[in-house]
């Protein structure tokens, strides 16, 4: 699995970000689509052997004070966790 940075668009209140992640033959033979309901806080698309999560991260939350850089590195690991449930 690879997970990379799509997209991040600067809005009025905060940013949408979107990460790609590239399946393996393997993972994707594993993959449990019935499972991508299940994801909250992402909006996922699934295309060929790829995976789009689309979040929007709220400048007025508490994390508000934590750099863009940073706030991409956790959603790269949360994204990576999530991909990983949906792997059987």
Same mark, same amino acid.
């Given at each position: ?7 991040? $668009?600067?809005? $009025?209140?905060?940013? +949408?970000?979107? !990460?790609?992640? *590239?399946?393996? &033959?393997?993972?994707? &033979?594993?993959? $449990?689509? /019935? *499972?991508? =309901?299940?994801?909250? =806080? %992402?909006?996922? $698309?699934?295309?060929?052997? /790829?995976? %789009?999560? =689309? ?9 508000? =004070?934590? &750099? !863009?850089?940073? !706030?991409? +590195?956790?959603? +790269? ?12």
């Amino acid at each position: 699995m690879q997970v990379d940075v799509d997209f991040v $668009n600067k809005l $009025n209140d905060g940013w +949408k970000v979107r !990460l790609f992640v *590239k399946l393996s &033959s393997e993972e994707l &033979s594993m993959l $449990n689509m /019935d *499972k991508l =309901d299940s994801i909250e =806080d %992402y909006e996922v $698309n699934f295309e060929g052997s /790829d995976l %789009y999560f =689309d979040c929007f991260v709220n400048t007025e939350e508490p994390w508000e =004070d934590e &750099s !863009l850089e940073e !706030l991409i +590195k956790a959603i +790269k690991i949360e994204t990576e966790y999530h991909v990983q449930a949906l792997l059987e």
